[in-house]
């Protein structure tokens, strides 16, 4: 992963996600997928301009099935934002900057 882009796996989610103490934005996508590789650049800039306020990471679907199939995660890209263990909102496709950051200034995050 590029920059300050995480990457979460079925096995690092419970300490990287729900245990984290920052909020976290969780991309999930896969190689194949044009929708998300458009997202890239986006995800990419939020983690750097938020790195150390957001948690910013992506989660390749194809090598980590159990924890999207758990979340009903059933398109990608699919962007899920959760701050204290908990799913606070889901954007589903390609969204523009302004709605993620939009999302977390409801969560305090500026």
Do not use: H
């Given at each position: 992963?590029?920059g300050?882009?995480?990457?979460?796996?079925?096995?690092?989610?419970?300490?990287?996600?729900?245990?984290?103490?920052?909020?976290?934005?969780v991309?999930?996508?896969?190689?194949?997928?044009?929708?998300?590789?458009?997202?890239?650049?986006?995800?990419?800039?939020?983690?750097?301009?938020?790195?150390?306020?957001?948690?910013?990471?992506?989660?390749?679907?194809?090598?980590?099935?159990?924890?999207?199939?758990?979340?009903?995660?059933?398109?990608?890209?699919?962007?899920?934002?959760?701050?204290?263990?908990?799913?606070k909102?889901?954007?589903?496709?390609?969204s523009?900057?302004?709605?993620?950051?939009?999302?977390?200034?409801?969560?305090?995050?500026?």
């Open positions: 992963m590029a300050s882009v995480k990457e979460f796996t079925d096995a690092n989610w419970q300490s990287e996600v729900l245990d984290s103490e920052i909020p976290v934005l991309d999930f996508w896969a190689p194949w997928c044009g929708p998300c590789r458009m997202l890239t650049p986006t995800i990419e800039k939020l983690a750097t301009e938020l790195d150390g306020k957001v948690k910013v990471g992506k989660m390749n679907t194809d090598e980590n099935p159990e924890t999207p199939g758990g979340l009903r995660v059933s398109a990608i890209p699919t962007v899920l934002i959760y701050q204290g263990g908990v799913e909102d889901r954007l589903v496709g390609v523009p900057e302004s709605k993620f950051k939009a999302a977390l200034s409801k969560l305090g995050v500026s």
